[in-house]
């Protein structure tokens, strides 16, 4: 039997299914962060936070929440106010 059209999740159900892009949610959700403390908190390489963060702020899963700054050239993803 085929699915029928809807019958897939949403893909922010999918993004946010995967254990490493969970946990960066919701330590996000708590308060802003910059990536290297999310990498300290997560025990996850500069390199994964950054793709899953990546990801979820392409999805637009965040509604929002999750911002990039740019200080120099060092990027910050921080939520609800901007990124110091």
């Known amino acids: ?26 330590e996000l959700a708590g308060s802003d962060r910059r990536v290297g403390e999310l ?13 899953h963060l990546a990801e979820a702020l392409a999805a637009r899963m965040s509604d929002g929440a999750i911002r990039a700054a740019s200080a120099g050239s060092t990027r910050s993803r921080c939520t609800r106010s901007p990124c110091r």
């Open 1 to 26: 039997m085929a699915a029928a059209p809807g019958d897939a999740p949403p893909d922010v159900l999918r993004l946010a299914g995967h254990p490493v892009r969970w946990r960066l949610l919701r």
């Open 39 to 51: 990498c300290d908190l997560t025990g996850e390489r500069q390199s994964l936070v950054s793709y």
